[in-house]
């Protein structure tokens, strides 16, 4: 069945500035967003999945503020998270070493999301995840 344009719900959408802090608030306004919405099924995942793009944006893109969007696909148990920042750069997935403290967070992404990527976006770009879930 083909989900139309129309069942497309925005969720949050929002700037943060570039502070460590701001990855706690990424985290709260995700579950508040599901949890208003009825889809805390997806709170778990979508709050580490968007703590990891906020928190790479914040590290590497260097600049004053990233953007957090979240979209549902009513019917299609789809859920996007984006976070856009003003580098160009692509994110690397890196392969961290044993004892290594960083570099695991877009394997992460990866591992619980369905799909994720990235696109040019104005002179930065936007990291996308997608999650799903059994409609």
Request: aromatic share 6%; with cysteine; charged share 20%.
């Amino acid at each position: 069945m083909a989900v139309s344009a129309t069942e497309t719900t925005p969720l949050i959408a929002f700037a943060l500035p570039s502070t460590p802090y701001s990855v706690q608030m990424a985290r709260f306004y995700v579950r508040a967003a599901l949890s208003y919405h009825d889809l805390g099924d997806y709170a778990e995942d979508a709050e580490m999945v968007a703590s990891e793009l906020v928190t790479n944006a914040i590290t590497h893109a260097g600049g004053r503020s990233v953007g957090l969007e979240m979209t549902c696909m009513q019917g299609a148990g789809t859920l996007a998270i984006v976070v856009t920042d003003p580098c160009p750069r692509p994110p690397v997935k890196r392969d961290p070493g044993d004892g290594a403290e960083h570099g695991r967070g877009l394997h992460l992404v990866q591992a619980l999301s369905t799909r994720w990527g990235w696109r040019p976006q104005d002179r930065g770009k936007a990291v996308f995840a997608i999650l799903t879930r059994e409609a």
